[in-house]
Protein backbone atom coordinates (compact mmCIF):
# COMPACT_ATOMS: atom_id res chain seq x y z
CA UNK A 1 0.00 0.00 0.00
CA UNK A 2 1.11 3.42 -1.20
CA UNK A 3 0.24 6.22 1.12
CA UNK A 4 0.20 9.66 -1.26
CA UNK A 5 0.13 13.53 0.13
CA UNK A 6 0.00 16.66 -2.29
CA UNK A 7 1.04 19.79 -1.69
CA UNK A 8 2.04 22.88 -3.81
CA UNK A 9 -1.45 24.42 -4.47
CA UNK A 10 -2.65 28.48 -3.89
CA UNK A 11 -3.97 31.01 -5.41
CA UNK A 12 -2.10 32.07 -8.61
CA UNK A 13 -2.64 35.25 -11.64
CA UNK A 14 -3.52 33.73 -15.35
CA UNK A 15 -0.44 33.24 -16.96
CA UNK A 16 1.48 32.36 -13.97
CA UNK A 17 3.26 28.90 -12.60
CA UNK A 18 2.87 26.23 -9.89
CA UNK A 19 4.01 23.34 -8.74
CA UNK A 20 2.92 21.03 -7.30
CA UNK A 21 4.34 17.92 -5.29
CA UNK A 22 3.13 14.34 -4.42
CA UNK A 23 4.84 13.01 -1.58
CA UNK A 24 5.08 8.90 -1.87
CA UNK A 25 5.62 6.63 1.37
CA UNK A 26 6.50 3.17 1.44
CA UNK A 27 9.59 1.73 -0.66
CA UNK A 28 7.26 0.45 -3.48
CA UNK A 29 7.15 4.04 -4.93
CA UNK A 30 9.16 3.05 -7.87
CA UNK A 31 7.39 0.24 -8.70
CA UNK A 32 4.23 2.35 -9.86
CA UNK A 33 3.56 4.55 -12.95
CA UNK A 34 1.97 7.95 -11.95
CA UNK A 35 -0.57 10.29 -12.62
CA UNK A 36 -2.49 13.38 -12.07
CA UNK A 37 -5.85 14.50 -12.21
CA UNK A 38 -8.08 17.15 -11.49
CA UNK A 39 -11.61 17.90 -10.32
CA UNK A 40 -13.58 21.20 -11.04
CA UNK A 41 -16.43 22.20 -9.14
CA UNK A 42 -19.62 20.59 -10.71
CA UNK A 43 -17.22 18.22 -13.14
CA UNK A 44 -15.58 14.61 -13.62
CA UNK A 45 -12.23 14.10 -12.01
CA UNK A 46 -10.33 14.37 -15.46
CA UNK A 47 -6.69 12.92 -16.34
CA UNK A 48 -3.59 15.48 -16.61
CA UNK A 49 -0.94 13.47 -17.03
CA UNK A 50 1.55 10.58 -16.00
CA UNK A 51 4.55 9.48 -15.94
CA UNK A 52 5.72 5.81 -16.68
CA UNK A 53 8.00 4.14 -13.43
CA UNK A 54 11.14 4.87 -15.01
CA UNK A 55 10.53 8.08 -15.02
CA UNK A 56 11.21 8.16 -19.52
CA UNK A 57 7.64 7.42 -20.91
CA UNK A 58 4.96 10.32 -20.23
CA UNK A 59 1.25 11.12 -21.36
CA UNK A 60 -0.66 14.35 -21.27
CA UNK A 61 -4.26 15.55 -20.95
CA UNK A 62 -4.32 17.86 -24.64
CA UNK A 63 -5.48 21.08 -22.62
CA UNK A 64 -2.23 21.07 -20.92
CA UNK A 65 0.09 20.09 -23.64
CA UNK A 66 2.78 22.04 -24.05
CA UNK A 67 2.00 24.09 -20.40
CA UNK A 68 2.39 21.44 -17.80
CA UNK A 69 5.09 19.01 -16.93
CA UNK A 70 5.57 15.77 -15.01
CA UNK A 71 8.61 14.73 -13.53
CA UNK A 72 9.70 12.08 -10.67
CA UNK A 73 12.45 11.51 -8.40
CA UNK A 74 12.36 7.73 -7.51
CA UNK A 75 15.00 8.70 -4.65
CA UNK A 76 12.48 11.12 -3.07
CA UNK A 77 9.81 9.01 -3.22
CA UNK A 78 7.79 12.34 -5.26
CA UNK A 79 5.88 13.00 -8.60
CA UNK A 80 6.07 16.65 -9.54
CA UNK A 81 3.88 18.73 -12.11
CA UNK A 82 5.07 22.12 -12.99
CA UNK A 83 2.42 24.57 -14.02
CA UNK A 84 3.29 27.10 -16.88
CA UNK A 85 0.94 29.82 -18.12
CA UNK A 86 -2.33 28.82 -15.63
CA UNK A 87 -5.65 29.87 -16.87
CA UNK A 88 -9.05 30.34 -14.88
CA UNK A 89 -9.70 26.41 -16.29
CA UNK A 90 -7.28 24.92 -14.66
CA UNK A 91 -8.43 25.86 -11.47
CA UNK A 92 -9.46 22.61 -9.84
CA UNK A 93 -8.81 20.26 -7.00
CA UNK A 94 -5.33 18.20 -7.76
CA UNK A 95 -4.63 14.77 -6.97
CA UNK A 96 -1.86 12.14 -7.79
CA UNK A 97 -2.82 8.78 -7.95
CA UNK A 98 -1.01 4.98 -8.55
CA UNK A 99 -1.19 2.98 -11.90
CA UNK A 100 0.57 -0.74 -12.23
CA UNK A 101 -0.79 0.06 -15.85
CA UNK A 102 0.72 2.26 -18.33
CA UNK A 103 -1.04 4.05 -21.38
CA UNK A 104 -4.41 4.33 -19.84
CA UNK A 105 -6.49 7.76 -19.10
CA UNK A 106 -8.93 6.83 -16.70
CA UNK A 107 -9.22 6.95 -13.54
CA UNK A 108 -10.78 3.84 -12.90
CA UNK A 109 -6.60 2.16 -13.98
CA UNK A 110 -5.47 4.32 -10.63
CA UNK A 111 -5.87 3.33 -7.06
CA UNK A 112 -4.10 4.92 -3.59
CA UNK A 113 -5.40 8.63 -4.69
CA UNK A 114 -4.02 11.94 -2.41
CA UNK A 115 -6.18 13.67 -1.08
CA UNK A 116 -5.83 16.35 -3.60
CA UNK A 117 -4.31 19.99 -3.19
CA UNK A 118 -6.64 22.64 -4.29
CA UNK A 119 -5.31 25.30 -7.01
CA UNK A 120 -7.25 28.45 -7.62
CA UNK A 121 -6.47 30.76 -10.84
CA UNK A 122 -7.62 34.19 -11.26
CA UNK A 123 -8.32 35.82 -14.32
Known amino acids: QVQLVESGGGLVQAGGSLRLSCAAS????????MGWFRQAPGKEREFVAA????????MYADSVKGRFTISRDNAKNTVYLQMNSLAAEDTAVYYC????????????????WGQGTQVTVSS
Open 51 to 58: ISRSGGPT
Open 97 to 112: ATSRMWGYYSRSYYGN
Open 26 to 33: GRTFSYYN
